[in-house]
């Protein structure tokens, strides 16, 4: 008779080493299993390492697993005020950093080590005969550029979004031309008002999104144009009805999270920002020096210099093709997840802690 599980002998893989997967990994050393942790990154928390400069809405007392703060607490570590706002650099500083140092955790560290498919060892997707006894397994780009598998007993998936941005594309695809400017798009929210301020600095930049994301840019763009002659902002976003596009204001369970939209709107009410309704991207092609980006609707907005596409994130689902797994159709979330976080139900307010 085939066993019902792979050996619990194998160690639990945890995919990342952000802030989620040390604290996964901290729940696993705490209950007595062995982690292994898989990092693309030459460091624990490198995707935060790039947006380092932003400064969260959300305090020390939100950001913290209480069984991360527990193995840090008895090696002497002390929490951060727990009102404060911290930056992503300071976030990683102060607590994962000195996570990813825990002589209970770096042992099961795999840095440099990018995991590139997860699958039950043999098997592919269709074949179910022995598959809940198959152990699952890892195939893992190492430093030097080799591949090497390991065997697992379960996996974690906690890689993030961040290297999986979405398309400026209005229809969840590259826009025409998209991918000839890359050298003029960032995705993300770049460090406007440190290393990247000469990108900007007296140039025409257009904003799309209509996230927290795409405000803290405008407000960093905003605060250079008050001390950098020339700079210009223009901000699309796809809907045509407001709505609550700037937020619940001072309504907002989360102070700080309120006020970037209620920073932002002044700023388009005071014409400050040039602010374009119901533009869904279709196309971006160079004109002379600049740029022009066309909406479905044939609008155009010309003379741009620098785009930045703060239009979200998404799984990538390339690394567990070969699982079976259960996922919402439209927000490839966890179906039980979906309804809570739907974007189309929910702004960033509504949503109830999970």
């Known amino acids: 008779m085939l066993p019902l599980n792979p050996p619990p002998s194998l160690p639990v893989a945890v995919v990342g080493a952000g802030p989620v997967g040390l604290a996964a990994a901290a729940h696993l050393v705490a209950k007595g299993d062995t982690p292994l942790v898989f990092e693309a990154g030459g460091t624990a928390g490198a995707s935060v390492r ?11 007392k939100y950001l913290t697993d209480p069984m991360a703060r527990g193995l840090l607490e008895a090696s002497g570590w002390k929490c951060p005020d727990p009102e404060l706002l911290p930056t992503g650099g300071e976030f990683l500083d102060h607590f994962v950093d000195p996570l990813a140092r ?8 795999r840095l440099g080590h990018r995991v ?22 890892l195939v893992v780009r190492e430093p030097g550029g080799g591949m090497k598998r390991f065997l697992a007993r379960a996996v974690i998936d906690a890689s993030g979004t961040w ?15 998209e991918a000839d400017h890359q050298s003029r798009i960032i995705y993300g929210i770049p460090d406007i008002l440190g290393g990247e301020r000469d990108r900007y600095a007296g140039r025409r930049t257009l904003v799309v999104g209509s996230g927290h994301s795409a ?35 001072p309504k907002d369970a989360l102070a700080a999270r309120g006020a970037l939209g209620t920073r932002l709107q002044r700023l388009v009410t005071a014409k400050q920002i040039e602010f374009v ?18 909406g479905v609707d044939g609008r155009r907005l010309e003379g741009l210099d620098q785009l930045i596409a703060a239009t979200g994130f998404r799984p990538d689902l390339e690394l567990t093709r070969e699982l079976r797994l259960e996922l919402d159709p439209w927000l490839e979330a966890p179906k039980a997840l979906a309804p809570s976080i739907d974007p189309n139900l929910h702004s960033c307010g509504t949503v109830y802690p999970h």
Do not use: C, Y
């Not at 045509?240 to 937020?247: A, H, K, T, Y």
């Open 102 to 109: 825990l002589p209970s955790i770096r042992p099961h560290l």
């Open 215 to 249: 405000f803290h840019a405008l407000l960093d763009l905003a605060g250079l144009a008050a001390g950098a002659r020339g700079t210009e902002i223009v901000w699309a976003v796809r809907r045509s009805e407001l709505g609550l596009l700037f937020g619940g204001g």
């Open 163 to 177: 290297r999986s941005p979405n398309p400026v594309g209005a229809g969840g695809v590259p826009a025409a031309g």
């Open 116 to 137: 590139l498919a997860v699958t039950r060892r043999g098997m592919d997707k269709v074949q179910t005969a022995g598959r809940d006894a198959a152990p699952f397994e």
């Open 50 to 60: 790039e947006w380092a400069h932003v400064r969260l809405f959300s305090p020390w």
């Open 277 to 294: 309704t119901g533009f869904r991207v279709a196309r971006i092609e160079a004109v002379g020096e600049g740029l022009a980006v066309e």
